[in-house]
């Protein structure tokens, strides 16, 4: 019995092995959101995996998806020591906190810390009746119309869903419009607002 033991350990041993080797190569089968979202909070080693440089300087990519440590600093430069300065693609998201809406502030911090930067996502998610618990976001759309998001193609859009508000900057994209009330729209803005599944008794509350 030892001899055949012996064969089934070591194919054990070559199988572990081979199945670090196939997770590795599922990244390539993902794009940045998902591999983050999927594998960060599996364990210890996949969160050293997902920080490695070899890993960014691949995809180009980091996603911050940590609301919790987000909305507990207020300092944009928590994110400073998380990437390289030649990253290509960004992506955060978080809640219940307007100092990330301030237009500004990531001018600066995209310039000093991310200057080679392509693409830029950031949803920022809130509720128009959140009983207080937070300060809305009331405004400053315009300062996402600057030189500076415009020459990067980078737009600010507003979805309202019932309750349930949506603010987005993100790479433009072409938009169609079906109804020919739209034709006196002004298509040098970078600003966006899509309403949908209105609730009329709160039309007030935002406008």
Known sequence: LAEPTKIFRNQSITSIEDLSNEIYEIFDYFNGDEIVKTFSKLNSRFQQLLHSSSILIKMHFYLFYYEEMINKDHKLKIFSNKSCSNLKILSISCSQNIIFL???????????????????????????????QYEIY???????????????????????????????ICPYKKTWYDSIHHKNIEYSTSTTLILANFVTSSYGEIL
């Open 102 to 132: 301030d237009a500004h502030r990531w001018e600066h911090f995209i310039l000093h810390y991310y200057p080679q930067l392509e693409k830029f996502y950031f949803p920022y998610y809130d509720r128009i009746d959140n009983d207080n």
């Open 138 to 168: 009331s405004g400053r759309i315009n300062q996402f119309s600057s030189t500076f998001w415009i020459e990067r193609k980078w737009i600010f859009n507003i979805k309202i869903d019932n309750t349930d508000i949506e603010y987005m």
